[in-house]
């Protein structure tokens, strides 16, 4: 069986919108647990992480600080894919991606 995905750059739009509007929803935002999106812009909720889970982010976070100097950690960073907006555990974004936020 194969899945049909619309383009990247349709997606990435899409993902952007529905992610906007997400993040400006007051109710979602009292909502506890990591939100991402699936394909279609539905919300999935995952539970709350745990503080061992918390704090291996952390430590993997401060490696790459020291390893990678020159951009920057994020933790819980979305990030739009063909399969919705998810929420990566530990990011590393390069200056110039930085500038573009």
Do not use: Y
């Not at 704090?55 to 020291?66: R, V, W």
């Amino acid at each position: 069986m194969n899945i049909a995905l619309p383009p990247q750059r349709k997606q990435t739009v899409f993902n952007l919108r529905r992610w906007a509007e997400l993040v400006s929803d007051r109710d979602l935002a009292k909502t506890e647990g990591r939100i991402e999106t699936d394909r279609h812009g539905h919300v999935i909720l995952n539970r709350v992480s745990s503080p061992l889970h918390g704090m291996c982010q952390a430590e993997i976070g401060f490696l790459i600080d020291e390893l990678a100097p020159k951009g920057r950690v994020i933790i819980a960073c979305p990030i739009s894919t063909a399969d919705g907006v998810k929420a990566a555990d530990v990011a590393w974004a390069s200056p110039e991606c930085m500038r573009n936020l």
